[in-house]
Every structure is written in C-alpha cells, then in structure tokens.
C-alpha cells in the first residue's frame, strides 16, 4: 500500500499470481462471481485472467464508486481501466452502522481494523448489501468496449486478490473510508456505555419484570468465541503404568487425537450452512487416518491393511491432504471423458493459455499428459484439474485442484505445500 486517506487508497502493483488462485476468501469469490456471471463474452473474461496472472495490472486506486488501474496489453498497449460500483446510500450506511453496534463481537473486530466473517451476513439481514450482485459491477475502459474487457477484467481480478488481504477496501468503494466508519462506531458504540453509567443503582434490586424492561441499556451479548483454527490435543498416554496386555497405548493415542480431528471437522461442516460432505468408504478413511499419523509402524499397518505398499499409500496420503474424497478418486480412477464433458474440458484448456505458451498435451481418459515434461493435468468428476508430477517412475499428487488448468499445471513446477487446500 502506497497511500491511504479518508477517500482514497493505492495499492502498488502486485506481482505475477501463476501457480496461485485469485480469490481464497468468500469475499474474493463473491467479487468473481459477480464479474463471471454477468460478462458477455467469456473469453474476455479469461483474457484479463491471464493478463491479471501475468502481472499486467499496474497500481490500483480505490475511491468510493470507482476502481481505478492501467492495464498492459502484451504488446505493451497500455489501457486505462474503471470499474464502478453503486455507493451506499446515507439511509443504507445507518442501518449498516446501527447492526454493527447492535454486536458487540463486530464493534470489537472491526475497531481492531479486522473484518467479521458474518458481517456480509447480518448487514444483509438488515437490507444492505455489500457483496456486488450479477450486473452491478459497471466496466469502462479507453480501449472502446461496451462491456468488460480483457482490461476491465484483469483489474477485477486484481481487486480480488486485494479483497482478500484488505476487506475494507470492498467498504471503501462502497462509500465509506475505514477511518470514518471506525469513528462512526466509536461514537455510536458509546451510548449503551453511557446509558449503563447513568442508570441508577437500587442495592436492594428491583423486579424481575422491570429488569427486564430496562434490559436495552444493555450491550448486546459478545459473538460466540471464534471457531478454532485447529483442533485440541488430547491428553498423553506415556505413563508410569504399563498398559494392559494387547493394548498398543501409540495405537490409542493415535487414535484419540483423530477423534479430536474428526470431531472438529465434523462441527465445521455443521457450521457450513448447506454444504455437503460425500461419506468416505473404509479404505478411504484408512488413507485419512494415515495422513494423521507419524507413527510409521501404524502407517505400516494400514498400508497393510488397504494392499498398499508405503509409496502407494505415501502417494494417497499427499491425494487426501490436498483434495480429501475428491484428490483421492482422481489418484485411484481413470474414467473416460466423452460428449459435453470432452467439449468443455478441451475448450478449458484452450483459453488457459495464449498460443504461444500452451504446452503440448497428450490425451488418455481423464488425464492429459504434457508432452516433454514430467507433468500431468487429471480431470476430476467435479470439473476441477489436478496437478500431478512424474517422481521415481510414477504420478504422484502435486497440488490442489482448480478450475483453470493453467492455474493447476503451474503447481507442478511449484514446492509441494505443506496446508490442505
């Protein structure tokens, strides 16, 4: 960041994005989204993702209503790009305000320059809307297009990235600087404070019926504690006291701490709203505990127990970790891709790439094969491709799925990463 007032921000340039996503946080996605689905032409809309991938857009300026940055064709063309989207309105803003005093765990982060995870949700709850819906993001650009452009997009996948380090730059375009909307809470979120200050005491208490009446000089209750990042370890096995014939205590203890995995995986898919979870089969849920274990003996066990050898479940462990079901069906199956399958995978790869830098691919089944290189793309049944790389002889998994192959094929040149996807 180069600048920051009440008004404006610029973002320095950001560097090339090959090998990574543009979008990790839901706001980030919900940005794209409402770019993707409202483009009339696709294929500008992959245009300005490869030249956002690339490193074509210059400093981003951010101004309520309007978003700001030169873009460079690669002929060097350079094309300044706007996109516009709708302020909020004085009434929208004191209803925005007005829900986020009403909470106290959002006054508290959002005084903290952090950003809720359910503020997008509650101030739609209250009528306002912050996330762009389908059309509501307005391109123009000096390069003459009606519509969005290569240009246009690129900036908006640019802002993207900015989302997801920077929420309040959605909040800014919106029509409200960080510091005055941090003051507005400051001074709104003092009342219930100053109401409780000049309530009289009655050290002999009063009614039930009359507390309770008066309960709205009260803040509101804090936000539930965050949902932990990780889950609790459980307590240790290594005791004086040798354990009982036939009970191997690393076993048990191994398994303990799975169920605390599980458990916190479980309550997270619960807190997901709507989102489903496919069950794993029995020698897929040896591969989960595998990935979970450092006790090689264990491991030994179940690679035992699934007809793996080490390198075969070594290779299925690194398919859970970065996809889970998904990563591994795509190490386990080959399946052939016919009709409307075959026609948008083909077109998929054709615009991930300008002809001058796509690769050379050879085709069997679900798998595409780089042709000179130890690299593979394998189309998943969830329409994502995963990476793979040629290691000692075989294929083995080398990144996260991704919707454009380009993205997944550059995660074979990449270190392997150490996080799930």
């Keep these: 960041m180069n600048q920051y007032d009440a008004t404006e921000r610029t973002f320095a340039a950001l560097p090339p994005a090959r090998g990574k996503a543009f979008a990790l946080t839901s706001w980030g996605r919900a940005w794209l989204k409402s770019l993707e689905d ?45 996109v516009l989207l709708e302020e909020l309105s004085g009434e929208q803003w004191d209803r925005f305000l007005e829900m986020a005093v009403e909470r106290a765990g959002h006054v508290a982060a959002l005084l903290d320059r952090d950003m809720p995870p359910h503020l997008v949700e509650d101030a739609a709850a209250a009528g306002v809307e912050l996330l762009p819906g389908m059309g509501d993001l307005e391109p123009t ?25 920077d929420p309040f730059v959605l909040l800014l375009v919106r029509g409200r600087g960080e510091r005055d909307l941090l003051d507005d809470l400051q001074t709104r979120g003092a009342a219930p404070a100053e109401a409780i200050a000049e309530a009289p005491s009655d050290p002999e208490g009063v009614d039930a019926s009359e507390a309770y009446a008066a309960g709205d000089i009260l803040p509101a209750l804090p936000d539930p504690p965050e949902f932990p990042a990780k889950p609790g370890l459980p307590p240790a096995l290594d005791t004086e006291a040798p354990p009982a014939p036939g009970v191997d205590a690393a076993a048990l203890e191994f398994l303990a701490a799975r169920t605390a995995v599980a458990a916190h995986r479980l309550l997270a898919e619960a807190l997901r709203a709507g ?73 998929a790869l054709e615009a991930a790439w300008d002809d001058a830098e796509r690769p050379t691919l050879r085709a ?26 040629r290691e000692d002889g075989r294929w083995v998994p080398a990144g996260c799925g991704d919707q454009d192959p380009a993205t997944a094929l550059a995660a074979t040149e990449a270190t392997p990463a150490e996080d799930a996807c």
Excluded: F, M
């Design 275 to 347: 989102v489903s979870q496919e069950e794993p089969t029995v020698d897929q849920d040896a591969v989960r505990l595998a990935a979970g274990s450092p006790v090689r003996h264990l491991r030994d066990r179940l690679a035992q127990g699934t007809g793996r050898d080490p390198r075969e479940l070594a290779s299925a462990v690194r398919a859970w970790e970065y996809g889970g079901v998904a990563g591994l069906s795509v190490l386990e199956e080959e399946w052939a891709v016919e009709g409307e399958t075959l026609a948008r995978a083909r077109a």
């Design 38 to 82: 409202a483009a009339l032409d696709a294929q500008q809309v992959k245009t300005g993702r490869r030249l956002a991938r690339a490193g074509a857009v210059g400093a981003v300026s951010v101004r309520p209503g309007r978003i700001t940055a030169v873009v460079q064709d690669r002929d060097g063309t350079a094309h300044r790009a706007d």
């Design 141 to 165: 650009c000096d390069c003459g297009a009606w519509d969005h452009c290569g240009h246009t997009a690129a900036l908006c996948y640019q802002v993207a990235r900015l989302l997801d380090e």
């Design 364 to 389: 069997q089944a679900n798998r595409w094969t780089v042709v000179g290189s130890p690299a593979q793309l394998r189309l998943g049944r969830d329409g994502r491709w995963w990476p793979y790389r």
